[in-house]
C-alpha cells in the first residue's frame, strides 16, 4: 500500500507542477473499450483495485474510488490502508463523480483529465461542471503517464483478415452501407472510435485487448476516402495490400488528432459523443457541426448477416460439445477439481474444436457460496476444491472463426436441498419463458424482460443485474444496443429487436453465502408468422447444452414448460450426440431424456 | 352534405375577411378534455364527422379531416359527397397535419386556428412551422363561433360537494401538497386546466361534461392564494362558502388570461404545455419562466387514498351486482334484446344501485360482427337483435359517489365454434397473466404489458389497442399516468405503478366481420412481498363477475390459470351472491362452479 501513496504522491507534484487541482483518473482506452489493455490501466495503478469499473478522482487533500455494487467487497479489501476513500455508487447519499466534483471545485481552480480516455459525453458534463463553478478545465494532460516509469507497452500483435466465407459481407459493401447512412444525416464525414465498430467494418481482427479480438485504431470515413489509424508496425503487408484494394488509406494512429484540426471549413461530422473520445471531439475545428447519432455500424454488425448466422450455428455446435464433455466430466465422479482446474478443464475441451481462437471472456467458475458472488472470478487465492454436493456455476465462451458464445450452466455436484432445486426450476422456468416468447415486430428487449422474471417474482425473488446482452460476432462478447433490461435508461432510447440479432437470456437467483444459480442461452432473433395482425418474432435457441435434470423439480413446472424442456433436451442430444465419444454419447442420451410432471 | 359545403363556404369568407389562408379546427374544448361538451363540437360542425378525434384543416381549395383508425370506416361514411378529404392517420403515406400544413403553408400566408382549444404544446408546433415558412400564425379568432349561429350554450348545471368520506382528503390538505410540489419546483404560481384535477383538488363535481361529472373552469394556485375561474351562475352560496372556508377565491371564467397577463415580472410558472392551452400560455408576461411539467395533481389523483379504495371496492360490489344481474338475464334465455335495449336494461340494473350517477362513458354492446369493431357505438340504425349464437360484447361502466368502474364482458349467446371458444380463452388467460402479475417496484405499465400479451402472440393474434388505462375517482374514466402499453410514445416518461392506482386490463380478439371478445377487470395496485430483493407489488381484481365458462375450453389453461379462474369465480359468489334474489344466487353459483382441465 506505501506503493499506491508513494504514486499519489508524486502524482500531486505533477498535478502542482501543471497547475491542476482535481486531476480525474477513468479506466477507460482511448475508444471507451468495455476492457483495455495494460497499458491503459492508469486507474488501477493509482489505486491498487483491480475491478474493471472504477473511477479515481484525487485532489490535494483527499483521493476517492467510485465503483459500482459489483466490485464493494473486493475495492475495500484492495484499498484497506491506502488512504483512498471508497464511494459506493447507487447507495444512498454516495455522491456521484460529477456531483462530488462539483462539490469540490472553486472559483479560479483547475480540474484535469488526460481527454483521451475520456468519453466527449462524459467529459463535457465535466466541461459544464467547470464553467459553472468558474473554473478551469485542462485535458490536455496525461499527468498519470508522466510518474509511471514501467508502464507497459501496447505490444504488437497480430492482424489477420476475416474472410468472407466468415464475415458474410465484403468491406466494399460495408463502407457502402455506411455511406449511405452518412447520406441520410447528411454528413460529410464520419468518426469512428469503437474497436469493434472498426474491426467489422473492415473485416479484420486483431489482438490488442484481452478476450477482444480487435486492434487499437481510429478510422474515418468520407464519401469518397476512407482513412485507417492505426500503429503501421503491425500492419503487414498482405493487409497493406488488401486495404488499398479496398481502398482504405493508413495512416499513424495519433495523426487523426491533426488531421480533424485541420478539416475544412463547415463540415458536418457523424460520431457517437458516447463512444468518442473528448480530445477526438475538441480537435474538431469550431466551424464544423457535430452531429451526435450512434455509429451506423453499431445497428448493422448487431444484425447478423446468413452467413455469419450459419457460421454462428456452428460455433455453438462446437462450444456446445466442448461444454457438453466437461459436464461428463463433472456429474460422472470426477474428484479431483478445483474452481481453476475446473474452468482449465473445459478450455482444454474447448482448445480441442477446430477454429477455435480462446476465451471470449476470463471464465466464471464459482463453487457453493462463490456463486453468489455475480462476477466472481476465482483466483489462487480464493480457488475452492469443488465438493460433491451443493451447485457449481460456471459461465464461460469461447471464440471461434464462426464466432463468439458465451453460456452458463449451474451444476448439481451432489445432493440438493429442496429449496436449491425450487430455485434452480424457477430459474430454469425464467430462461425457458424468454426463449419460447413470441411478439410483434417493434418490440424491444425492455418490453421483454418480464416475461424472463415473472416466475421468479412470483416467489419473490429477483436478480439484479441484467436479463440478456447481444454478442459480437469474434468481437466484444457484450455489444449494443439489443439487449433485455428491465429499465430504459434516460439516455438511451430502446432499440427494438430485429431478425438476425443475438441475445443471451441469463436469469439467476443468488443466495449470498450460500449459492448462486444462473442459466444462459443465447438466443437468436427469427422471424415467426406474418398476418393480419403483421409481422410477429421468435428466438432460435442457439446453445445446446443439457440442463441439470437433477436439480429440476418437474412438479413446479407447468405442462407446457415440460413439453419445451424436452423439446429442447431432444435438439441437444441430435445435435451434440454426434460429436461425443460413445460412452460420453450415451450418457448424454440418458442426461436428457424426458421429464414427465 | 350541402349543409357542410355552405358551412365551409361561410368559413372560407370569414377567413378571407380576417386573412386567413389555412384554418384548423381541432375537436377540443379550452381545457383538453377527452369528452367536449356540445358547445365545442366545432370539427363536427364544419365535418359532418361526430367521432370524437379527429382535426379539420381548410384551406381556400381544400379542406381534410384527419382521424385514426377506430374511425376510418364511420368518416369515409359521414364524409361522403362533402368534398372533405379524408387522411387515414397512421396509415403510410398519409401525411400528419403539422407535416400537410408545412406543405401547404407558402412564405406571406397566414395560418389560423382558435388558440383557446388548443394545447400550448401542439399550438406551437405549429408556431415552428409558420416561422420556418415565412408565413404568419392568427390564433386568436374563433372563425367558426362567427359562422354557427344555433352553437349549442353550455348549459348551467349543478355542482356538488364531493363530501371527505368519499373524497378521504379536505381541500386543504390537497391544496398544501401542491404547493410543496411546487416549492420544489420553485414556482410562484400553478396553472390548471385540466378539469379532472381542478374537480379532484377543489372536492366539487359537475355535470358541464357528458359522462364526467366536471365543470368547465381554470385555477391558479401561488403560495398564498388560489383562485377558480368559472361561471359564477353556477356557483351556489353553499358551494360558495365552502370555497371561502378553504380559501378560494372565485373569478370569472374568462378572467383568467387577463390576469396572467398582469403577473408581475420574472414570475415561474408552472404548467403543463400539453393540457393548458395556447391562448393561456400566449397570456403569460414576456419575463414569465414557463416550467413545464405535468400537474402535481395528475399523480395524486392517480394514487388513491384509503378512504377512496375502501369506496371503490364498493362501488365494484355493486356495478359487480348490477352486471350479474344483466348476465342472468342474458345467459338464461331473454330472447327479445337487441343491442340498443341490453344496453338500456344493463343501465336499468345500475340504476337500482345506491349512489349511482349514470354511466361513466357510453356503453359499447356489440353483437356479432360489430363485436369486432373496437369503439363501435350502437344507434338506431345500426342496431340489431342478439341472436341465440355466437357473442355479444358488453363495455360499460358507471359512477357511484364511492367511484368509476368500467368492465367488459363477452357473453357466449347460444352455441360457439370451437376456434371462437379457443379465443376466448387465450383472451381470459390474457386477462388472467396480467392480473397476478408480481413484480418489483420500478416497473411501470410499459413492462408489464407483455405478460398480458404473449398468450395472444403464442397464438399469432394480437390487438390495436392499448391494454389498459387508470381509471378516476368519480372523474373521467380514463385517466394517466398510469396505463399498460406495448410502447412508450416517444415524449411521454412511463409512470412507474404505484400502490393505490387502478388500471384496467383488457386483452382483446378482433375478427373482422365476424365477432369480437374483450375482457376487462380493473386491476388495483397493492403492495406485496418486501424482502432483501426489494419491494414487491402485485393486483387486487376489483371487479367481479364472472367469466363465460360456456366459452372456456380448461384443456387449453394450465393448472394455475385453472386454479387463478376458480379462486375468482369463487370471490365472485362471496361478494355477489349475497345482493341477488335466490334464484339468480343459485344461478351464480353454479356459473361460478370450479373448473377442472
Redesign the interface.
Known amino acids: 500500500m506505501s506503493e499506491v501513496k508513494d504514486r499519489l504522491a508524486a502524482l500531486r507534484e505533477k498535478m502542482r507542477e501543471y497547475g491542476v487541482d482535481i486531476y480525474i483518473v477513468p479506466s477507460s482506452d482511448c475508444h471507451e473499450s468495455e476492457y483495455v489493455s495494460a497499458h491503459f490501466r492508469a486507474r488501477e495503478y493509482m489505486t491498487g483495485f483491480t475491478g474493471s469499473a472504477g473511477t479515481a478522482v484525487i485532489t490535494m487533500e483527499e483521493a476517492g474510488l467510485w465503483t459500482d455494487g459489483r466490485y464493494f467487497l473486493q475495492a475495500e479489501a484492495q484499498l484497506k490502508g491506502s488512504g483512498i476513500t471508497l464511494y459506493r455508487m447507487g447507495e444512498p447519499g454516495v455522491p456521484t463523480v460529477p456531483e462530488y466534483v462539483e462539490s469540490q471545485l472553486r472559483p479560479g481552480k483547475c480540474l484535469g483529465f488526460d481527454g483521451r480516455v475520456m468519453a466527449a459525453s462524459k467529459a463535457q458534463e465535466f466541461e459544464r461542471i467547470a464553467r459553472k463553478q468558474g473554473a478551469y478545465l485542462v485535458a490536455s494532460e496525461d499527468l498519470v503517464g508522466r510518474i509511471w516509469p514501467d508502464r507497459p507497452d501496447i505490444p504488437d500483435t497480430t492482424l489477420f483478415i476475416l474472410e468472407e466465407r466468415y464475415s458474410g459481407e465484403s468491406v466494399d459493401s460495408k463502407i457502402a452501407r455506411v455511406r449511405r447512412a452518412m447520406e441520410e444525416q447528411q454528413a460529410d464525414i464520419h468518426v469512428l472510435a469503437s474497436l469493434c465498430d472498426i474491426a467489422w467494418l473492415l473485416n479484420l481482427r486483431g489482438g490488442d485487448i484481452p478476450c477482444v479480438p480487435v486492434t487499437l485504431s481510429f478510422l474515418t470515413l468520407t464519401r469518397e476516402i476512407c482513412v485507417w489509424y492505426v500503429r503501421p508496425s503491425i500492419v503487414a503487408d498482405e493487409i497493406r495490400d488488401y486495404l488499398s484494394d479496398h481502398g482504405v488509406k493508413i495512416r499513424e494512429y495519433d495523426e487523426i488528432y491533426k488531421d480533424l484540426e485541420s478539416l475544412s471549413a463547415g463540415m458536418r461530422v457523424l460520431l457517437d459523443r458516447k463512444n468518442v473520445n473528448y480530445r477526438l471531439l475538441n480537435s474538431l475545428p469550431e466551424s464544423a457541426v457535430a452531429i451526435d447519432r450512434p455509429n451506423p455500424t453499431e445497428l448493422m454488425k448487431a444484425v447478423k448477416n446468413e452467413t455469419e448466422i450459419k457460421n454462428i450455428r456452428e460455433a455453438h455446435r462446437k462450444e456446445s460439445v466442448a461444454f457438453t464433455r466437461f459436464l461428463y466430466r463433472l456429474k460422472t465422479g470426477a474428484t479431483d477439481f478445483t474452481e481453476l482446474s475446473a474452468a482449465e478443464y473445459l478450455d482444454t475441451c474447448r482448445a480441442e474444436q477446430e477454429h477455435c481462437l480462446g476465451q471470449s471472456f476470463a471464465p466464471i467458475c464459482a463453487y457453493g457460496p462463490h456463486g453468489a458472488i455475480v462476477h466472481y472470478s476465482a483466483t489462487a487465492g480464493t480457488d475452492v476444491p469443488v465438493e460433491k454436493e451443493s451447485f457449481l456455476l460456471v459461465d464461460a465462451g469461447g471464440h471461434y472463426l464462426e464466432g463468439t458464445t458465451d453460456t452458463t450452466r449451474t451444476i448439481a455436484m451432489g445432493p440438493l436441498k429442496p429449496e436449491q432445486k425450487r430455485m434452480y426450476t424457477a430459474v430454469l422456468r425464467a430462461n425457458l419463458h424468454l426463449a419460447h416468447?413470441?411478439?410483434?415486430k417493434?418490440?424491444t428487449g425492455?418490453?421483454?424482460?418480464?416475461?424472463c422474471?415473472?416466475p421468479l417474482?412470483?416467489l419473490?425473488?429477483?436478480f439484479?443485474h441484467g436479463t440478456g446482452h447481444g454478442v459480437g460476432y469474434l468481437l466484444n462478447v457484450h455489444e449494443g444496443p439489443n439487449a433485455f433490461r428491465?429499465?430504459?435508461p434516460a439516455e438511451e432510447a430502446?432499440a427494438e429487436l430485429v431478425p438476425g440479432m443475438v441475445t443471451t437470456d441469463e436469469p439467476g437467483v443468488y443466495i449470498a453465502d450460500e449459492y448462486g444459480i444462473r442459466l444462459e442461452n443465447e438466443l437468436l432473433c427469427v422471424e415467426?408468422?406474418s398476418?393480419e395482425?403483421?409481422q410477429?418474432l421468435e428466438f432460435e435457441i442457439l446453445t445446446l447444452i443439457p440442463f441439470d435434470r437433477d436439480a429440476i423439480l418437474a412438479e413446479e413446472m407447468?405442462?407446457?414448460e415440460i413439453a419445451w424442456l424436452n423439446a429442447y433436451h431432444q435438439r441437444v442430444y441430435k445435435t451434440v450426440g454426434p460429436y461425443l465419444p460413445e460412452k460420453e454419447r450415451e450418457w448424454l442420451k440418458e442426461y436428457t431424456r424426458a421429464i414427465f410432471s
Chains 1, 2 share one sequence.
Open positions: 416468447a413470441k411478439f410483434r417493434g418490440a425492455y418490453s421483454l424482460d418480464a416475461l422474471r415473472e417474482w412470483q419473490g425473488v429477483d439484479k428491465p429499465r430504459i430502446p415467426g408468422t398476418n395482425y403483421g410477429f407447468s405442462p407446457e
